[in-house]
C-alpha cells in the first residue's frame, strides 16, 4: 500500500486502436455496469458502485497528440 493507494489502484494503463482511433486509459481492473459520455466522444465506463474504471476517447488522434501526452508519478511515492 502506498500512500493510503493499494497497488491494483496504480495499475494504469493506456491503450491505443490505430485501427478504431480510440483511445483507452485504464484506471484500475474492474467489470463495468454503466458508463457516461462525459463529452463529445469522451466516455468513462463505471463499476456498479459509481467508480470510475476506464475513459474511451473516441476519434482519439483528432483530440489528443503524442506531444500532449505526460505521465507523473509525483506524489506517489514517499
Known sequence: MLNGISEAEVSMKI???R???VLIIKLREG???DSR???EGIIVHLTAKGQPLEI?????SKVVQKKDIEVSLG???P
Open 56 to 60: 474511451e476517447i473516441l476519434d482519439a
Open 31 to 33: 467489470k463495468p455496469s
Open 15 to 17: 491503450k491505443y486502436s
Open 75 to 77: 506524489g506517489l511515492f
Open 19 to 21: 485501427d478504431a482511433d
Open 37 to 39: 459520455d462525459i463529452a
